[in-house]
């Protein structure tokens, strides 16, 4: 279903309630479409959040569980971990009744190897969840209120004579090959930008080099023999200065995103970034080379100085013309091509001066003139003719 996405909606709604009996018959059908699509969609994208957030891992987590009910006692805390985590390690925790008077119970836990987000949040429902930064000591540190938040407002919320702790407590790594060894796990297991890891540990910062190549050898090699099963293309067209390249910078970040502008060289700068955009696409790439690209089987690319292997699960075609200006010797010459190209491309995006529409597939948008239109698309004036044909109650 095409969508339309406004900056400001302007839909002009009528005065009094009406009931669906009031409405004709092809308008109530197409605002049920309607309403049934946006509560699809938002379900959807919910969803998709959720499935990227529980397929994280990490050795460490933070847990806080709000106003704990007896299934969450500190003895049916140490029960979960001790019996439903086989690689668990050691826990610390204790309760805290916060500046609001919420009892909460913190807890840290550490793992011998990575442990899905979706694994503890399953033991764990009604607990906050997050990758715990940082050492073991100043973890500890914060569930007892000790070291740096002993003299803090937070120590006030300590609850006393609550601290337990169990398992044992894993070293800190200290030395020049425990300082290996958490770097690989912080740059491998738990996914952390140069940033986070500078965040936790700033002694990192004379080998902020090595932490680049560790990251770009350990993707390439984990990349060139697999296949990208959740490879995702977008074709995105519309007006300058609409904001294409703007909305995918904020929707994936900065550094993750890595844009072609160099059509003769495109690769030299490529670092294993997730993310592809073909910015300012004009049939800019011969289309046998386009297909290997946006195919999901592994692959190098060309790169003056030494190949790459992509590692992008997304990519973006940006361009000021629509889909089928794209190729035209091709689409006469080789349509196999062509049409090879087209099922690569999952969804559509066309940027106007009043919004966005997206389409859901190549051949939705294909079928564009013939699809439904939302009341959300029409103009005021429309709107305003639609709004005369239900009276009001003083009518």
Known sequence: ?????????????????????QIPTPLYLCIVQMCYFVTNENHKNHKEVLLTQNDKQARKYQITINNPTPEYTHDR?????????????????????????T??????????????????????????????????????????????????????????????ELGNRPPENKGRRGDLEELYHMIVEENLSNAEIL???????????????????????????IRRLDLEVIYVYGLTGTGKTRDILDEHSDENVYRVTDYKHPFDGYTTESVLVFEEFRN????????????????????????KY????????????????????????DVESWEAFLRRIHKIKEYTKDGIIEYSSVEEYMNRASRFTSIAELSEKEQLEIDSLFPTANE
């Not at 095409?2 to 009996?21: D, M, N, Y």
């Not at 399953?122 to 209120?145: L, T, V």
């Open 310 to 333: 992509a590692c992008y699960t997304k990519v973006y075609i940006c361009t000021n013309w629509k889909l089928e200006k794209q190729y035209e010797h091709e689409q006469r010459n």
């Open 77 to 101: 805390i140490k029960e979960i971990l001790s019996l439903q985590f086989k690689t668990f390690s050691y826990a610390a925790m204790a309760d805290e009744i916060g500046e609001q008077g």
């Open 284 to 307: 800019s790439v011969p289309l046998k080379d386009m297909l290997n690209y946006l195919d999901i089987y592994p692959i190098q690319l060309s790169a003056r100085y030494a190949n």
């Open 103 to 164: 009892p909460h119970t913190h807890i840290f836990v550490c793992f011998n190897s990575a442990v899905r987000f979706g694994k503890v949040k399953k033991h764990f429902s009604r607990g906050h969840i997050e990758s715990a930064k940082g050492s073991i000591e100043d973890n500890i540190n914060y569930i007892k209120k000790a070291g740096k938040w002993a003299d803090t407002a937070k120590a006030e919320t300590t609850v006393k004579d609550t601290f337990e």
């Open 199 to 225: 965040r936790i540990n700033n002694d990192y910062i004379l080998q902020i080099d090595k932490l680049d190549k560790v990251r770009t050898t350990y993707l390439q090699e984990k990349f060139k023999g």
């Open 1 to 21: 279903m095409a969508r339309a996405v406004e900056p400001e909606s302007g839909l002009v709604l009528p005065q009094t309630p009406i009931t669906k009996h």
